[in-house]
């Protein structure tokens, strides 16, 4: 692959790392796309291995973080149903409230959730705060899957 296009795929893993971080966009899949148009124009089996690599850090991130984040919330007996309003709400706030929306509709719509639900704000207050964390753990377990895929396309680069 000439240079210019290892630039492009680059950049193209950059917005990909700025996604795992954000969550607005796919990350890890814009990561591992880029990776895998990487390894279909520079070919051979170091190219393949980075991209069997990059395919496989993403998927057991994607698996590890629902995981994990489900845990998290059935210990501190937050129901999907919750996120779900998180969510809704999340993506509401995003589009009434350029840049900070989709935290704050998220956390509104958790407390608001789990208020209707416990009828008690301390307890309400207490399962927004782990459904953060849960959020927290998504990202750190996606952040950390696309950085091996991207760590796996940066020694490929040596060694094509």
């Known amino acids: 692959m000439p240079a210019a296009g290892e630039v492009l795929v680059g950049l193209a893993i950059l ?3 700025f996604g795992a971080v954000t969550q607005i966009i796919p990350g890890s899949i814009i990561v ?3 990776v895998g148009v990487w390894a279909v124009m520079t070919g051979g089996a170091v190219a393949w291995t980075v991209l069997v690599v990059s395919v ?7 698996v590890v973080k629902y ?4 845990r998290h919330l059935k210990r501190a007996d937050v129901p999907n149903r919750t996120l ?8 509401v ?4 409230i350029p840049v900070v929306g989709l935290p704050i509709g998220f956390v509104a719509g958790v407390y608001l959730a789990e208020y209707l639900r416990r009828r008690d704000q301390r307890l309400a207050w207490v399962s927004t705060k782990v459904a953060l964390a849960a959020t927290g753990i998504t990202i750190l377990v996606e952040l950390a899957g696309a950085l091996v895929a991207t760590g ?5 680069l040596f060694f094509t």
């Open 15 to 17: 917005v990909g790392l």
């Open 32 to 34: 591992l796309a880029a």
């Open 56 to 62: 496989v850090a993403v998927v057991v991130a994607a």
């Open 67 to 70: 995981v994990l984040a489900g």
């Open 84 to 91: 779900l309003v998180g969510g809704v709400l999340g993506v």
């Open 93 to 96: 706030g995003f589009f009434a």
């Open 152 to 156: 796996a396309w940066v020694i490929g």
